[in-house]
T-cell receptor
Framework: GEDVEQSLFLSVREGDSSVINCTYTDSSSTYLYWYKQEPGAGLQLLTY?????DMKQDQRLTVLLNKKDKHLSLRIADTQTGDSAIYFCAEIGARGGSYIPTFGRGTSLIVHP | DVKVTQSSRYLVKRTGEKVFLECVQD?????MFWYRQDPGLGLRLIYF???????EKGDIPEGYSVSREKKERFSLILESASTNQTSMYLC???????????FGPGTRLLVL
């Protein structure tokens, strides 16, 4: 079945760039997503990329997609303490006529001064 | 803005009790999902619904059932709560555009 893998933890210093990596298996995914979850809250869509793109930039966020290697990354420039959260990578795959997302286990980003 | 609400933020129940978790969305979305989230395991899909009165099992449906009598409301039912169902439960509603998931704030359930 579909699988999405990401590392569990990342620690960075405030002001540095953070790069969170993700690999996925479903080559038919049309969209790939990054969600952010702050403590005690639900997930919130951070950004997404269409599968025919290889890069998307949105202010401090840069998403890179390598479709050949099925590798997705999220780069956060000038990381701030407010960026501390869990980041989930997700892909969408068809399952029984519906489009069902598969989420990675989440990467806990810890930003220290 | 899409709003997804869940009936409780925190819930404490006893083993064997029947538990209802409610989720309501206000954007007329067709698809709704229930997940549970456990540390180190990420989100696991319990059930989803793509229309009123329609439901499909997700990856871990055992011990759960769902109800979708109205489009805006999707309920998760624990028929007889057990301690291994202690978890964070997240509801999501899906926009057809890009299949973006909009999540509720979550219900943290403790079963004693």
């Amino acid at each position: 079945g579909e699988d999405v893998e990401q590392s569990l933890f990342l620690s960075v210093r405030e002001g540095d760039s953070s790069v969170i990596n993700c690999t996925y298996t479903d080559s038919s995914s049309t969209y790939l997503y990054w969600y952010k979850q702050e403590p005690g809250a639900g997930l919130q869509l951070l950004t997404y990329i269409f599968s025919n793109m290889d890069m998307k930039q949105d202010q401090r966020l840069t998403v890179l997609l390598n479709k050949k290697d099925k590798h997705l990354s999220l780069r956060i420039a000038d990381t701030q303490t407010g960026d501390s959260a869990i980041y989930f990578c997700a892909e969408i795959g068809a399952r029984g006529g519906s489009y069902i997302p598969t989420f990675g286990r989440g990467t806990s980003l810890i930003v220290h001064p | 803005d899409v709003k997804v609400t869940q009936s409780s933020r925190y819930l404490v129940k006893r083993t064997g009790e029947k538990v209802f978790l409610e989720c309501v969305q206000d954007m007329d979305h067709e698809n709704m999902f229930w997940y549970r989230q456990d540390p180190g395991l990420g989100l696991r899909l319990i059930y989803f619904s793509y229309d009123v009165k329609m439901k499909e099992k997700g990856d871990i449906p055992e011990g759960y059932s769902v109800s979708r009598e109205k489009k805006e409301r999707f309920s998760l039912i624990l028929e007889s709560a057990s301690t291994n169902q202690t978890s964070m439960y997240l509801c999501a509603s899906v926009s057809g555009y890009q299949e973006t998931q909009y999540f509720g704030p979550g219900t943290r359930l403790l079963v004693l």
